[in-house]
């Protein structure tokens, strides 16, 4: 970014406290973050915890998982449910955080949730989806799409999940929306 969002002006570097060099507008007398995209992606987990949804999308014969950007003013847990609601017809009943990565190629920031679903029927699934099933979650390491962001952040929770108890699942599926 080198120009001002607000006013064009061409932007210098200036030094803010703990931030290092930020670009800044000598006009508006204002730093200029640099601003990105945000996306939320999600594990959705079957009512019982027992089976995770993979969709296929865009013509692709890949299985990933249920994703959208964040609009302006809305809460990532908001945009998380809404995007379930639109692509395949489910109310999300809890959800929680697993971890983030930033997507260099859409300058988006992906942050991504495991939720659980009320329902396992998939009949509400939107024509904007091609495919969508159940799987365990055994089935769903296989099956989800490698070498691809989605499948970094499944193995993730995945394995973290194995590590813990189930005590721990109760625990963070408790974390209501
Ligand atoms: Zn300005």
Redesign the pocket.
């Known amino acids: 970014m080198s120009y001002?969002t607000?006013?064009?002006?061409r932007l210098i570097k200036k030094h803010l406290d703990n931030e290092g060099e930020i670009p800044y507008?000598e006009?508006?007398s204002?730093f200029?973050f640099p601003t990105f995209n945000t996306a939320v992606s999600t594990i959705v987990y079957s009512p019982d915890a027992k089976k995770i949804l993979l969709i296929k999308q865009y013509g692709k014969d890949r299985n990933i998982l249920v994703a959208g950007y964040v609009n302006k003013g809305e809460f990532a847990e908001h945009a998380l449910a809404r995007e379930v609601r639109e692509e395949i017809g489910l109310n999300v009943v809890s959800c929680c955080f697993n971890r983030s990565e930033y997507y260099e190629k859409s300058n988006t920031l992906m942050l991504n949730f495991a939720c659980l679903a009320d329902s396992e029927d998939l009949s509400g699934v939107t024509p904007e989806v091609d495919y969508a099933a159940w799987y365990t979650p055994q089935e769903a390491r296989e099956a989800i799409y490698h070498d691809c962001l989605a499948e970094r952040f499944l193995l993730y929770w995945l394995d973290k999940r194995e590590y813990y108890d189930t005590a721990f699942e109760t625990y963070h599926f408790r974390n209501f929306l």
């Open positions: 001002c607000e006013c064009g002006t507008c006009t508006c204002a200029r």
